[in-house]
């Protein structure tokens, strides 16, 4: 700023600070918003993500009021203990950070150090239970795919001939008729009674005079949807061909499954890369001394953070309680 | 003309400082300041927000006395989250003790976000009130789920005479 324009007669109560180039010059500058510049770009790209989630969880909200069929939570395989112990988590981290803060302005820079990398540790393991939890939906054939995933709207004639095609694939052929052969004494009793009706279910997808009812029954049997009751709890509820025998991977029906699939993996997906992005602030954040002149840089990556758990927030109970 | 920590629109830049420095030395001293923060506030309301997830999480159990009525526990689960978001933004994002620039930052960007998703509805939410024939044809609805349901009852039948 250039001080030459204005000049005031010096002020002996004014207390020092003025190392200017005109020692009589004193000058007070009100910024715009009373706030520094890292954080009011922080807030200003705050406002921005507030728009961007909003978009993403107003479409959701939207899409699943909208649909014909929504699946409830254990139809997809969603445990809500597990997602209410990954928002205890991302709420333990909004804490270390923030005292990760107050540790580094009252300049204690080994506690502040402590604290972040406690965040860090706890980002990581959000991520990792997240991991856990994409991997059980893969396992069932649920991800997002074009035209579809292993998973079938309805048990209509399409479900019916994939199926049949997956049946009648080579290397498929070859290890049903392993399986055929294999003597009873080497398979456990479920095994023995999931090939007693996978047997079934063949014969019902290559049936000429196949009733519509059937493909309903081959979809119970490839994987069933637990009861409203039944499953609720997180103990798993009947066994499906596809659990017995994991390398069947058979298509699946879940109405309204594939729409959920993509709004659920569009929004934790995004907010996973969130976490991800936090987590390598962090990470950067670890290599400085974080005593109160890193304050500002703490407070603005924190900022960051908790909005990354304020999405969760809304989150975990839009997609796991609903 | 002096300036102090308490006037209201917010630190006043010392002469010869930018803006980050004068807010630097406001951090440091903070203390004196505005006292707020403080690690006993930051665990009252991690306990808040943990008793707060539990509360939410009480719609999934058992003892949920509405369980027939799933609005009830939307309308519950929505009210407890704005509660926990509230809880956040004010302590751990210093907001509550932000000058009234949080205003002008946070509230056009929360009713652009209300706005968006209104104006999705038409054309997204509604989708399903006239649909073509064959994407009623291809559609899951609320039938297949019956027929599902009855396929897993016959299935438990063929158990039993088994």
Redesign the interface.
């Known amino acids: 700023m250039n001080a030459s324009a204005i000049s005031i007669p010096h002020d002996p109560d004014h207390h020092g600070g003025d190392h200017g180039h005109h020692g009589h010059v004193t000058l007070q500058y009100q910024p715009g918003l009373p706030l520094s510049k890292g954080k009011l770009i922080m807030w200003l790209f705050l406002s921005t993500e507030i728009m961007f989630f909003a978009a993403l969880l107003g479409s959701y909200v939207v899409l699943r009021f909208g649909a014909a069929v929504w699946p409830k939570p254990h139809h997809v395989h969603l445990s809500e203990p597990i997602g209410a112990f990954n928002t205890f988590v991302l709420i333990c981290s909004s804490v270390t950070i923030v005292l990760a803060l107050e540790a580094a302005r009252a300049n204690k820079t080994g506690l502040a150090k402590m604290w972040m990398v406690l965040t860090l540790a706890l980002g990581t393991l959000f991520l990792g239970v997240k991991a856990f939890e994409y991997q059980a939906k893969f396992s069932h054939g649920i991800y997002p795919w074009s035209p579809r995933s292993r998973v079938f709207e309805k048990p209509d004639l399409y479900y019916g001939s994939a199926v049949r095609a997956r049946l009648g694939e080579p290397a498929m052929i070859d290890r049903l008729k392993e399986l055929d052969e294999t003597p009873e004494d080497k398979l456990s009793p479920e095994e023995i009674s999931a090939r007693r009706r996978l047997k079934q279910v063949r014969e019902m997808v290559a049936s000429p005079d196949q009733q519509p009812f059937d493909l309903a029954v081959v979809a119970d049997q490839v994987m069933p949807l637990p009861a409203d009751g039944a499953g609720a709890h997180g103990g798993h509820g009947p066994h499906g061909l596809n659990d017995t025998f994991p390398w069947l991977k058979l298509p699946a029906v879940i109405p309204g499954g594939n729409m959920w699939a993509s709004t659920y993996f569009f929004l934790t997906g995004f907010h996973a890369i969130h976490v991800l992005v936090g987590l390598i602030v962090f990470a950067i954040l670890l290599l400085y001394r974080l005593g109160p002149k890193r304050a500002g840089m703490i407070e603005n990556a924190g900022l960051y953070w908790h909005f990354v758990d304020l999405v969760w927030i809304f989150l975990f109970p839009l997609l796991y309680l609903f | ?3 102090h920590a308490h006037d209201p ?9 930018t ?2 420095e004068t ?2 030395h406001a ?2 001293g ?1 203390e004196d300041g505005h006292g707020h ?3 006993g506030k ?2 009252l ?2 306990a808040a ?2 008793g707060l ?1 539990t509360m ?2 009480l ?2 159990s ?1 003892f949920w006395p509405w369980r027939d009525e ?1 609005h009830v ?2 309308a519950f ?2 009210a ?2 704005c509660t ?2 509230m809880l ?2 004010l302590f ?3 907001v509550l003790w ?2 009234n ?1 949080k205003y ?3 509230i ?3 009713m ?3 706005f ?2 209104i104006m ?2 038409p054309d ?5 009130r006239m649909v073509a024939q064959e994407r009623a044809l ?5 039938s ?2 019956r ?6 009852e ?2 438990l039948l063929s158990d039993q005479a088994h």
Do not use: I
């Not at chain 2, 629109?9 to 400082?17: S, W």
């Not at chain 2, 027929?147 to 897993?152: E, F, K, N, P, R």
């Open positions: 003309m002096t300036h629109h917010g630190p006043v830049t010392r002469a010869g400082e803006a980050d807010l630097e951090a440091q903070h923060g403080g690690v930051y665990l309301v991690f927000l943990c997830t939410s999480f719609t999934y058992s799933p526990g939307w689960m929505m407890v989250s926990k978001a956040v933004v751990f994002m210093h932000e000058a620039w002008v930052l946070t056009p960007a929360a652009m976000a209300v968006l998703a999705l509805v997204v939410g509604l989708r399903n291809h559609m899951a609805r609320q297949d789920v027929l599902l349901q009855q396929a897993a016959a299935k």
